[in-house]
């Protein structure tokens, strides 16, 4: 990826159609998010926030306008799975571990693409199961997982080759209110301790204050992009 | 953890599926093993059969049917004065119920031909002379009728004696009822016909001459065919009938096999759409995704080789222990037919799996972020 300052990301003029034009989930969105920045996007279902995720971690190509990731153009990628592989680390609402595959197992999957031999995948991915607390659930597969434990798996399976990015879709989504804490907390201390970018989808307002930045989204365009409680967002 | 374990993986989490598509496959190549290890086998016997009387050229008229057909015992006296001829031996040979037996292979040879001198007495002696109402078995049709010296034999409305036990040196001999030529043509109402002649040529001649003097054989009795020891079955029009339906057979059970690896494949891709769409969106390749799925159906293919190879090897012992063929088979289950049928289910499981496999590459990463 070309270096381009400090700027991790760059949308000018974004737009997404879907059905030959009829559904336009974005229309038009403009912004640049900086190295270490822990972005919220807000707004209510539909507003057009999962599909600005999807663009940013390359999961899909936008219609038109241009989205740089450190000055190179993401749509333009010959490989797009190198840049979601080594750039970036995803956190689903619904974790989405592979069911047949303990704790540990499951934050190694995505190490396999990497050159690391099986010893140093399998000691990389304890380490991190220790920072999220969890060593002594190595073992266990996801069903014997509580919600929240799941989720700090999926956490450390997102941080398994060390991307500089993470993406969050509604991260405490599925979580009671203790576990959803536990899991923010976790998110942040990742930001301050590891200076990582995180972008994080919400509606819950109190996560968005937490972030350092909202981008406010409505019907497919940002409509409030600044500091938490600078404005009234009202996703 | 590896790839590999990934994939192993991918077939465990629904052990009833993966099982039951196991057992399809497996009964496409049990049924490969089976029916071309019996063809082969019959084919390979056969040759030993006439390599243990010294047979290098076999006159006959095969017809559509397993025994060929009658023909004047006149040839043989036309082929014996060919040159290279060293020896023949006229024989009547046919498939009958006998007795408790459904189907045994009856064998009347010319007396003073030399299809006798190839048979090692067990017990007993041989006959007298080709008048005597005598018989004598090869062990294995001895154990299938259970007879012994002196026991009566009744072969259609004739009763004969079984005055030996011997050891002819292939299957298919120890699995016959032998006897004196005129004998059996009196019991088959066939008098002054036979439908073999076994050639024993000179020592010395070459292929060439074995060749011309096939050639010769056919031209002085235009009415039969006459071919080398070692292609005479596998040109027997009947013979290429039975190797052609074993095949066939086989295929189409294998093409069931194909089918349900196919409906497997499938079904775990559109199950785990969503799991591939995680994992492209966790920065796997979608040519990783695609060998993935092209590794179970290939490892179900192998699983289902091996199984099959066990299920058809199991299958036809039990058959060649079955009264009503005992001493009929010898299946030729060599580690080529075995290896084969093994790659045939890994080819077999290749295939069914390269749709499920396009359709896995087609799967968006998107489909992540839904749900």
């Known amino acids: 990826m070309k270096n381009s300052n400090t700027c991790v990301y760059e949308a000018v003029a974004l737009k997404k159609d879907y059905d030959d034009g009829q559904v336009q989930a974005l229309r038009g969105v403009d912004f640049r998010i900086e190295q270490g920045e822990f972005v919220a996007i807000i707004g209510s279902s539909g507003c057009g926030k999962t599909t600005l995720l999807q663009m940013l971690g390359a999961l899909d190509k936008p219609s038109t306008g241009s989205l740089h990731y450190r000055g190179s153009s993401l749509p333009d990628l010959a490989d797009p799975s190198v840049y979601r592989a080594r750039e970036i680390g995803f956190i689903f609402q619904s974790f989405h571990l592979l069911p047949t595959f303990t704790a540990l197992e499951n934050i190694q999957i995505p190490m396999l693409e990497s050159d690391l031999p099986a010893s140093e995948r399998r000691g990389r991915a304890l380490t991190l199961l220790k920072s999220v607390g969890l060593e002594h659930r190595a073992r266990h597969f996801p069903s014997k997982l509580s919600g929240g434990e799941r989720q700090r798996v999926a956490i450390a399976r997102s941080l398994a080759n060390g991307p500089s990015v993470l993406l969050a879709d509604e991260p405490t989504g599925n979580l009671d209110s203790e576990n959803a804490r536990i899991i923010l907390d976790l998110l942040v201390q990742l930001h301050e301790e590891q200076k990582m970018t995180l972008v994080l989808v919400t509606h819950d307002m109190i996560i968005a204050r937490k972030a350092a930045r909202n981008l406010q989204m409505l019907d497919g365009r940002i409509v409030f992009d600044g500091i938490p409680g600078t404005a009234a967002p009202s996703p | 953890m590896t790839f590999f374990s990934i994939v192993v993986r991918g077939l465990t989490r629904r052990p009833v599926r993966t099982g039951l598509t196991l057992v399809g496959i497996s009964i496409g190549i049990a049924a490969v093993v089976a029916l071309v290890g019996i063809s082969r086998g019959f084919e390979k016997s056969w040759e030993t059969g006439l390599k243990a009387r010294g047979t290098d050229i076999v006159v006959s008229k095969m017809g559509s049917s397993l025994a060929p057909k009658p023909f004047s015992d006149a040839v043989a006296e036309l082929i014996v004065k060919l040159p290279h001829v060293a020896a023949i031996s006229s024989q009547f040979v046919e498939l009958l119920s006998i007795e408790s037996s459904q189907m045994m292979m009856l064998s009347g040879r010319q007396w003073d031909g030399y299809a006798w001198k190839n048979l090692k007495l067990i017990s007993g002696r041989m006959p007298l002379d080709d008048k005597e109402q005598a018989v004598v078995l090869g062990q294995t049709a001895a154990e299938v009728l259970k007879k012994k010296i002196g026991d009566p034999l009744q072969i259609e ?40 002649i076994d050639v024993r040529v000179t020592p010395g001649t070459s ?25 005479h079955l596998s040109n027997s029009q009947s013979f290429r009938m039975v190797k052609a339906m074993s095949w066939g057979t086989s295929l189409l059970a294998v093409l069931v096999g194909v089918l349900g690896v196919m409906n497997t494949m499938l079904m775990t891709v559109f199950e785990r759409k969503q799991e591939i769409s995680v994992l492209l969106a966790l920065g ?26 066990l299920i058809g090897v199991a299958g036809i012992k039990l058959l060649q222990n079955t009264e009503a063929i005992r001493g009929l088979l010898e299946p030729d289950l060599g580690i080529g037919l075995l290896l084969t049928s093994i790659v045939i289910a890994v080819v077999v499981g290749v295939m069914s799996g390269l749709y499920p496999a396009w359709r896995s590459s087609r799967i968006t990463p998107a489909l992540a972020l839904q749900g």
């Open chain 2, 284 to 309: 796997w390749k979608p040519s990783r995704i695609v060998r993935m799925v092209l590794w179970e159906s290939a490892l179900l293919g192998f699983l289902g080789g091996i199984a099959g190879v």
């Open chain 2, 207 to 231: 292929e060439d001459e074995l060749k011309q003097l096939c050639v010769e054989i056919v031209r002085a009795a235009p009415d039969v065919t006459a071919m080398a020891a070692g292609e």
């Open chain 2, 157 to 196: 409305a004739a009763e004969l004696t079984v005055v030996g036990i011997v050891d002819g040196g292939a299957v298919v001999e120890n699995g016959s009822a032998i006897l004196a030529l005129p004998l059996l043509q009196e019991i088959m109402s066939e008098q002054g016909r036979i439908n073999v």
